[in-house]
């Protein structure tokens, strides 16, 4: 009686020891499978994804061991559908590269808390190489930090060079301990981000911002139509070359409103008046700041930022009025800038030269065979050919967008 007791107990305790294991392979399977809805704030706008519970990995104190496992991990998570996803959202709003990135960005911070930066980085990096960007991990003391190569030149921000070319160092937290890449090996198809800009982003939701000094010019009210997440994501867009910003797309309701008023306003005017005119609205449309007093570093805007800023510099100003003289008067048009020595003035004043049907008083410069004569649209009142009394003296060079 008491064997059979023995071997009941033993047995009973089998079954439960099976039916717990079973329990647990059952639990290690449905946590390998299941995922986590994520709300992202991103560029005004709320985004939900479902994110696998394996792609949240921990790393910790970052070496170069836990970094290749938690990428294996990450790698042998469901991330497809995720993937999917977050490509055909950057797909229907045509969002430029830019934007991939703080999308990628914005996915991590609200998949992580703030103390986990090391987290997130890891997670932005395989995002965005799911996404075909060759973004790199490198260590820098207690931190670990990614590596965007750009295809042009990015300004303000650090780099190191690998194989010869720039990668730029994107950290929550500057060390003094300096940089040591990761080596992985490399799928070739892999690419840098672009520095084009496109039309940034498209979405629905825009908002009309009254242009009181345009209005005064022009004796009558006149809005335009502002895509917030477009300013938005302009507003961290890399300090970079001024050609990007010169070939940036308008969005069309934004171009039509422009473009509608304006020609009733020019209509019937002689070439030369009609560019005098358009000359005059861009130089009394806008109030002057620095970028430093707005942005707080260098940035060029896209002319949708300038007309929802109401303020600009010259380099803005001159960006707008070589787009309306094309739209409006098919006239070409090139950048000038004045070479000033760095000495005297760190930032070069830039103005802009239209070769007009028919020679045009006052300075001019020749280009590629044309004639092109000096508007400046940052000299207020100036006629066209007039040059700043200030920068007359120094010599004129044509930049290349």
Not at 58 to 63: D, E, M, S
Not at 88 to 108: E, I, K, Q
Not at 307 to 332: A, H, M, Q, V
Request: glycine share 6%; hydrophobic share 40%.
């Amino acid at each position: 009686m008491k064997h059979k007791t023995t071997i009941s107990l033993i047995i009973a305790c089998f079954t439960l020891l099976v039916a717990f294991a079973g329990w647990r392979v059952q639990g290690q399977g449905s946590t390998q499978n299941s995922t986590k809805p994520l709300s992202v704030a991103f560029l005004g706008d709320t985004l939900r994804f479902d994110i696998p519970q394996l792609l949240l990995g921990r790393l910790g104190k970052p070496t170069i061991e836990r970094y290749a496992a938690l990428k294996t991990q990450m790698l042998n998570s469901p991330h497809s559908d995720l993937i999917t996803q977050m490509r055909g959202f950057c797909a229907d709003c045509n969002l430029c590269d830019w934007g991939r990135y703080l999308l990628a960005h914005a996915m991590s911070e609200a998949a992580y808390p703030a103390s986990m930066s090391n987290e997130k980085i890891a997670l932005q990096i395989f995002i965005l190489t799911q996404m075909g960007f060759d973004a790199r991990a490198a260590l820098s003391g207690k931190q670990l930090v990614m590596l965007l190569p750009f295809d042009g030149t990015v300004y303000e921000r650090g780099y190191i060079k690998i194989d010869g070319r720039r990668f730029y160092i994107f950290e929550y937290h500057s060390t003094p301990d300096g940089y040591i890449p990761i080596v992985e090996q490399r799928d070739s198809t892999l690419r840098p981000l672009s520095i084009e800009i496109g039309v940034g982003i498209n979405t629905p939701r825009i908002v009309n911002i009254a242009l009181p000094r345009w209005s005064a010019y022009l004796g009558e009210e006149i809005s335009v139509p502002i895509s917030p997440a477009r300013i938005e994501l302009m507003r961290s867009y890399p300090t970079t070359e001024k050609a990007p910003f010169h070939r940036a797309e308008i969005a069309q309701p934004l171009a039509d409103t422009i473009l509608t008023s304006l020609n009733r306003h020019i209509e019937g005017f002689s070439e030369l008046s009609a560019a005098q005119f358009l000359l005059g609205l861009v130089q009394h449309g806008f109030d002057f700041t620095s970028d430093s007093d707005l942005f707080g570093r260098h940035k060029q805007m896209t002319i949708e930022e300038s007309l929802f800023y109401g303020r600009n510099n010259c380099k803005d100003r001159t960006l707008i009025y070589s787009w309306l003289i094309g739209e409006l008067l098919s006239l070409p048009n090139i950048l000038i800038e004045y070479q000033v020595d760095p000495a005297i003035e760190p930032i070069r004043h830039i103005a802009c030269g239209v070769a007009f049907s028919s020679p045009v008083k006052g300075t001019n410069i020749l280009y590629r065979g044309r004639r092109f004569t000096l508007c400046d649209p940052s000299y207020v009142d100036a006629a066209i050919g007039q040059a700043m009394p200030h920068y007359a003296q120094f010599p004129m060079k044509v930049v290349d967008i």
